[in-house]
């Protein structure tokens, strides 16, 4: 829980500048955009992002949309080809997200894009939330403002009936104007549309001067499926096996620790990394995708990562470790 007590406030002229100190030190804010409400965190604190989306209740760390304040801004996370620019320029600020390669020391966590090398960005056109972002000059990994599986909410009031009591605050700005999710356009290969929303596909097809190419998995799904071949990948998987609640450890093997006591075999390990050593959730997903990474990049013949409870946020950790453990095709 991150904060027993929800403070709600109205848009004014100091709303932004007490959002942007709440971010700043982590914390959870509500925020109208022109599509839906979203829940913010400062997307390059990965302990922020991990409370996201405990007090979102997500099974799974899907990747997060990172909001930011303007086209400089957001090339500061990504990299932009001719069409992805043609697409910003035409349609920013507003309801259109484009899912890109992340950018030459991308400072958005590996836990808001859930491990990918591409990173979803979006500038949003309601004047609180770019005053919040201007005022925070940070990417905010921002999701709808409901619990998983409820309806995106375009009033504070739907925010509070599903967050109150898990968020540090809400900035009331009023009902949004577009009440559906952004259009989200991969431009990765062939300009993709991931999900349809605000901005129709016919502007952007007008813009871009081709038709665009259909995804082929359910990226709303709490469960997303690997895309076609060539096209997205849904999850990180590390090319070192992956060995799945491990009680001791075998010779050449690295070790993803959890908690205060290490098994056995692990001072023979070829690198030990501890998610939490005092067995906290939320510091061991904010540290899941880093601790595999680095793990990785140490030649072992495989990585055991020993139990984590499934509860809280272990349920999105198992979910990711088992992604990560399941063969490769
Ligand atoms: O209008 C909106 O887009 C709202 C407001 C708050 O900006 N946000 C929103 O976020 O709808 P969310 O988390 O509910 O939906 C984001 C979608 C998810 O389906 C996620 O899978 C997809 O974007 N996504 C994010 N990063 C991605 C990536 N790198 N590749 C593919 N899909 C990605
Ligand atoms: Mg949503």
């Avoid at 914390?27 to 109208?32: D, K, R, S, W």
């Avoid at 205060?260 to 023979?268: A, C």
């Avoid at 680095?294 to 992604?323: Q, Y």
Wanted: hydrophobic share 45%; charged share 20%.
């Amino acid at each position: 829980m991150t904060d027993p007590s929800t403070q709600l406030i109205a848009a004014d002229a100091k709303a932004a500048e007490i959002a942007a100190q709440t971010l700043l030190r982590g914390g959870l804010v509500a925020f109208p955009t022109e599509t839906v409400y979203g829940l913010g965190a400062d997307a390059t604190n990965p302990q922020a992002i991990a409370r996201l989306y405990q007090a979102k209740g997500r099974p799974a760390f899907n990747p997060l949309i990172a909001h930011v304040a303007d086209l400089a801004a957001a090339q500061a996370i990504a990299r932009f080809d001719a069409q992805s620019l043609k697409l910003a320029q035409a349609f920013w600020p507003g309801p259109l997200t484009l899912v890109l390669p992340k950018a030459e020391g991308c400072p958005v966590a590996d836990l808001a894009t859930a491990g990918l090398d591409t990173v979803a960005v979006r500038v949003p056109a309601h004047p609180v939330a770019h005053a919040i972002l201007q005022a925070l000059g940070r990417p905010v990994a921002a999701p709808s403002a409901n619990l998983s599986g409820h309806v995106s909410p375009t009033t504070a009031a739907h925010v509070a009936s599903d967050l109150d009591g898990r968020i540090d605050l809400i900035v009331d700005g009023g009902p949004v104007r577009v009440g559906v999710e952004s259009t989200i356009v991969a431009c990765l290969k062939a300009p993709t549309m991931l999900r349809p929303g605000g901005v129709p596909r016919s502007e952007i097809e007008r813009v871009l001067g081709i038709a665009l190419a259909e995804a082929v998995e359910d990226i709303d799904s709490d469960t997303p499926q690997p895309l076609a071949p060539g096209m997205l990948a849904s999850h990180y998987a590390p090319r070192t096996k992956v060995r799945l609640n491990a009680s001791q450890l075998a010779d050449g093997e690295a070790l993803l620790a959890f908690g205060p006591s290490v098994i056995s075999g692990s001072e023979h390990a070829t690198a030990v990394l501890n998610l939490s050593p005092r067995g906290d959730l939320v510091e061991a997903a904010a540290n899941l995708f880093g601790h595999l990474r680095a793990l990785d990049g140490r030649g072992a013949h495989a990585i055991a990562v020993m139990p984590i409870p499934d509860e809280g946020l272990g349920e999105a950790i198992n979910d990711r470790l088992r992604r990560a453990a399941a063969p490769q095709e």
